[in-house]
């Protein structure tokens, strides 16, 4: 059975970092692309960033260019998702995702097929 843990988040202040963590269990010995999306409160969730299946590449939505960081620790099974410079309104449950097959695209929500159970992050002004 796929499992995907997330652990980290919680409450900071504007300008603040937090770094999230996702750790893969029940998919060992498999390479696949994973991301992030985050759900606002009364808003429908969106892409945050992702990578590919051998960590080649890395993708990330306009709004977190350049202050996110996605990357992944293989020999851990663990996606990580470092965030800088946070503002209110990254406030939100963030989600990390896995492909089981490599759709070639890494933006939309209905190419993943597991997700983790979210972990909230509010940041104040």
């Known amino acids: 059975q796929v499992q995907l843990v997330q652990s980290g988040g919680g409450l900071v202040q504007a300008g603040s970092s937090l770094r999230l963590s996702c750790t893969v269990l029940?998919?060992?010995?498999?390479?696949?692309?994973m991301g992030w999306f985050r759900q606002a409160p009364g808003k429908g969730r969106t892409f945050v960033a992702s990578?590919?299946?051998?960590?080649?590449?890395?993708y990330y939505s306009d709004s977190v260019k350049g202050r996110f960081t996605i990357s992944r620790d293989e020999s851990e099974h663990t996606l990580f998702l470092e965030m800088n410079s946070l503002k209110p309104e990254d406030t939100a449950v963030y989600y990390c995702?896995?492909?089981?097959?490599?759709?070639?695209?890494?933006?939309?929500?209905?190419?993943?097929?597991?997700w983790g159970q979210g972990t909230q992050v509010t940041v104040s002004s």
């Open positions: 029940g998919l060992t010995g498999a390479r696949y692309p």
């Open positions: 990578l590919t299946w051998n960590s080649d590449k890395t």
């Open positions: 995702a896995a492909q089981l097959y490599n759709s070639g695209t890494y933006s939309s929500e209905v190419n993943y097929d597991y």
